[in-house]
Nanobody, 119 residues
């Protein structure tokens, strides 16, 4: 059972920056994909950005050019650098890890970290 720990959330003014980190309790050499999702009150949980085991990245249109996702394999960590933050980025941010081993797929979620952007 892989545990994910998120950190780096907080309160920031519009235009500011935050870096979120998602650290896994163990490394995996399997095919995997790590993503950040966010959920604002009363809204569904949406994909923000994702990165595959071989470095392919995906971004929601709303964050392209402002957010960057990157892996630090030595630390079993995926970071989300968030720049030029807007009030509409306010949400709880969740880390998700998908591991594919043969025919099996395992999904793991972190506990979430609050990001609040004030105007």
């Amino acid at each position: 059972q892989v545990q994910l720990v998120e950190s780096g959330g907080g309160l920031v003014q519009a235009g500011g920056s935050l870096r979120l980190s998602c650290t896994a309790s163990e490394s995996t050499k399997s095919i995997n994909y790590t993503a950040w999702y966010r959920q604002a009150p009363g809204k569904q949980r949406d994909l923000v950005a994702g990165i595959s085991h071989n470095g392919r990245t995906d971004y929601a249109d709303s964050v392209k050019g402002r957010f960057t996702i990157a892996r630090d394999n030595a630390k079993n960590t995926v970071n989300l650098q968030m720049n030029s933050l807007k009030p509409e980025d306010t949400a709880v941010y969740f880390c998700k890890l998908i591991i594919i081993t043969g025919p099996d797929r395992y999904d793991y979620w972190g506990q979430g970290t609050q990001v609040t952007v004030s105007s």
